[in-house]
């Protein structure tokens, strides 16, 4: 195929996260197959949230407001935030529903080889956040890969100076159900580590 437009549209979609050159061939077709049906209201939806959706100046969560709706939402506990990478990541924890408290999004984790150091991402802004809003708990809520367990170091270290600040992380090892002979050496050995007295 060497239509050019055609061709650019797969480009595009095959850029997206998780998606390869035959994905966006089907997904493409698809579109320009039923431009009535999926196409234009696809275009549409894409144009309303360019113009309407903005990140939350408080927590970096996406939303048609800033402060977000969870930042502004009164029931929740102010004084924990639990920190996570990335957008994904907070929506999984709404998705579950169990976490009550605040949020604040890092916009990644540190990454030498990436150029992503403590200025790329919103280490100042957390702690102006901690510090004007009196919170008592920090939850690190970050990805178990080296980046993330780096990134918690980093952060655990710039928070040990302010007092009374707890400051926890998501417990790591063994899954519900899951079988030990199933397990990695790494997963096996968290889970050792962070063992717990039960009697």
Request: glycine residues 6%; aromatic residues 4%; contains cysteine.
């Amino acid at each position: 195929m060497h239509n050019s437009e055609i061709d650019k549209i797969i480009n595009e979609i095959s850029k997206l996260p998780g998606l390869g050159r035959r994905s966006a061939q089907r997904i493409a077709l698809y579109l320009l197959k039923n431009k009535e049906k999926a196409l234009l209201p696809l275009l549409q939806s894409l144009q309303k949230a360019n113009q309407k959706i903005m990140d939350c100046d408080t927590c970096g969560n996406i939303d048609t407001i800033s402060p977000c709706s969870l930042c502004q939402n009164t029931k929740r506990d102010l004084q924990t935030i639990c920190i996570v990478e990335d957008v994904s990541d907070l929506w999984t924890f709404e998705r579950i529903g169990f976490y009550k408290g605040m949020y604040h999004v890092l916009g990644g984790s540190l990454s030498a080889i990436n150029g992503i150091g403590t200025n790329e991402l919103t280490i100042k802004k957390l702690i102006e956040r901690i510090k004007n809003q009196k919170v008592q708990e920090v939850v690190l809520a970050l990805s178990t890969t080296i980046e993330g367990q780096i990134t918690s170091h980093v952060i655990a270290d710039k928070l040990e100076s302010l007092n009374s600040l707890e400051v926890t992380r998501l417990a790591q090892g063994v899954p519900i159900g899951g079988e030990v002979h199933y397990l990695d050496e790494n997963t096996l050995n968290a889970a050792f580590q962070s063992r717990k007295k039960i009697v």
